[in-house]
């Protein structure tokens, strides 16, 4: 499972481009991005594009 880091996450919308599930969101109130974990399919590909690496893999 992948989580963005608020803190990190600058909004620059690389990892929303290429996700290939549409997991990936605008929170429009917190100007971040967030993965909707039940689209996620863990390929990795948000992590990878990352500027800021603000995508963590995870176990929860």
Same mark, same amino acid.
């Given at each position: ?9 600058? !909004?620059?919308?690389? /990892?929303? %481009?290429?996700?290939? $599930?549409? &997991?990936?969101?605008?929170? =429009?109130?917190? @100007?971040?991005?967030?993965? !909707?974990?039940?689209? /996620?399919? %863990?390929?990795?590909? $948000?992590? &990878?594009?990352?500027?800021? =690496?603000?995508? @963590?893999?995870?176990?929860?």
């Amino acid at each position: 499972m992948f989580k963005i880091d608020s803190e990190k996450c600058t !909004d620059c919308q690389s /990892c929303l %481009e290429v996700c290939p $599930c549409g &997991a990936i969101h605008e929170d =429009e109130n917190a @100007e971040v991005c967030v993965i !909707d974990v039940e689209l /996620c399919a %863990e390929c990795g590909a $948000c992590q &990878a594009e990352c500027p800021f =690496e603000a995508i @963590e893999e995870t176990d929860e």
